[in-house]
């Protein structure tokens, strides 16, 4: 059966047709799914809901984090001060320097949400690498596996797409330009080490992770409680 699955989020309605994916997906891996795990719902009803919960929580959370203050006003994934440099930041607030971190840590977070939409794309592709043996264990396992399944196959493959983009961001948002403010006053201060911290890959990487934290909260959001997709075909595949 081919199934077009109408997913409901909040700035409005996204439509997937899951059914063209499934089909090339069948194509690699065939049709065993019922064989191993038992299941009321047909193969086909298997594979759409666990590709439409995926495509609905990668969605969410790009949604979430691209916003502005997506990153900066939820705690969750808001970025600081990288840790290696807790110190300076203590030392800097000391000296005066309050009002420059409190900003630098607003650029940091500036820069991740103008990043973070550039994801969705990779997120989508690891959807279509989908295997039975990944099928059956994102049904089965914890409240984050399918999360977890993504953050494997996509990671470094967001971080090669990311980094260009902060590259090229962080002169819009000025976050090199407090970071080199932040260094130096640093620096000039008495029996201090000079800093060297790449504030891109910082920020490309605690992007990344953001992303994921939200796609996992979402799935476990999804996993107690599918009917906040409105769908039924994951209240199904999800029910107590």
């Not at 969410?60 to 290696?84: M, T, V």
Request: hydrophobic letters at 40%; a positive charge.
């Amino acid at each position: 059966m081919k199934r077009v699955c109408l997913i409901f989020l909040m700035s409005g309605f996204y439509f997937f047709d899951l059914s063209a994916q499934v089909k090339g997906i069948r194509s690699i891996n065939g049709n065993l799914i019922s064989n191993q795990l038992p299941n009321l719902l047909s193969d086909e009803d298997i594979f759409d809901g666990l590709l439409e919960m995926l495509l609905y929580a990668s969605n969410a959370a790009i949604q979430s984090a691209s916003k502005f203050n997506g990153f900066n006003n939820n705690p969750d994934i808001k970025i600081y001060f990288p840790k290696e440099s807790k110190k300076i930041k203590k030392i800097l607030i000391k000296a005066g320097m309050n009002n420059h971190v409190v900003a630098f840590e607003e650029k940091l977070n500036r820069t991740a949400e103008i990043a973070a939409k550039e994801a969705l794309p990779i997120l989508e592709n690891a959807v279509r690498s989908l295997t039975i043996s990944n099928v059956i264990d994102i049904k089965n396992g914890s409240s984050n596996e399918a999360t977890l399944y993504l953050k494997e196959k996509s990671y470094l493959k967001i971080y090669n797409k990311i980094i260009p983009i902060i590259k090229t961001k962080v002169s819009e948002t000025n976050v090199l330009d407090y970071w080199d403010l932040l260094q130096k006053k640093y620096n000039m201060l008495p029996f201090t080490k000079p800093v060297n911290q790449d504030i891109e890959e910082y920020i490309t990487e605690m992007t990344i992770e953001g992303i994921f934290v939200l796609i996992a909260a979402k799935e476990k959001e999804i996993r107690k409680n599918p009917k906040i997709t409105s769908s039924v075909l994951l209240q199904e595949l999800f029910k107590k």
